[in-house]
């Protein structure tokens, strides 16, 4: 699947403007993570697994991992991109345990993204290139703010890649300062 394929299939499902820009903030993310961790032939298609990993939340956010299998398979999408689309739903709403790196690391950053994301609008700077671990998790600690972020999520997937909850905001933050402001 080329990325003009993928990007095809996400706005035939997605129109909202926010989960438009939080897939292509994914996509980015995974790129980076591929490069990072040593797999940077495959970063393109990590970039796919994080463009499409919500494609189906848009529409049917109740069958959220469970309709987007469905969707893929039925154009005909490689069977690793659904497994790993659908394993960030992994004991939310599917039983697919993320099992290669890649697939952890979409389910680590997936809800990390956004919690950043907010930490930013707050900030007087509007920018992620002045944002320090601290400040994150500060914000991650206080429950109502972007309440819709799980902290439970950002931590397994922590766990999931063996590192510190530090190490993986550190990394996503520098991961998102290559291609934010």
Wanted: net charge negative.
């Amino acid at each position: 699947m080329t990325r003009e394929e993928a990007w095809n299939l996400l706005t035939e499902y997605n129109q909202e403007p926010f989960h438009l820009e939080h897939a292509q903030i994914v996509e980015k993310t995974m790129m980076y993570f591929a490069e990072k961790l040593g797999y940077g032939e495959e970063k393109d298609f990590w970039g796919i697994v994080g463009l499409l990993h919500d494609l189906d939340f848009e529409r049917f956010p109740e069958e959220h991992c469970i309709k987007s299998q469905e969707i893929m398979r039925e154009r005909g999408v490689d069977e690793r991109i659904i497994h790993a689309t659908a394993s960030h739903g992994y004991g939310l709403t599917v039983d697919i345990k993320p099992e290669h790196q890649m697939e952890k690391v979409l389910f680590a950053v997936d809800e990390l993204t956004g919690l950043i994301g907010a930490v930013v609008l707050m900030r007087p700077s509007k920018s992620v290139q002045d944002l320090e671990v601290k400040s994150v998790k500060k914000k991650f600690k206080t429950k109502g703010f972007a309440a819709g972020c799980s902290r439970e999520v950002i931590n397994q997937g922590a766990e999931m890649l063996g590192w510190t909850l530090d190490e993986l905001i550190q990394q996503t933050i520098d991961a998102l300062k290559t291609f934010q402001d």
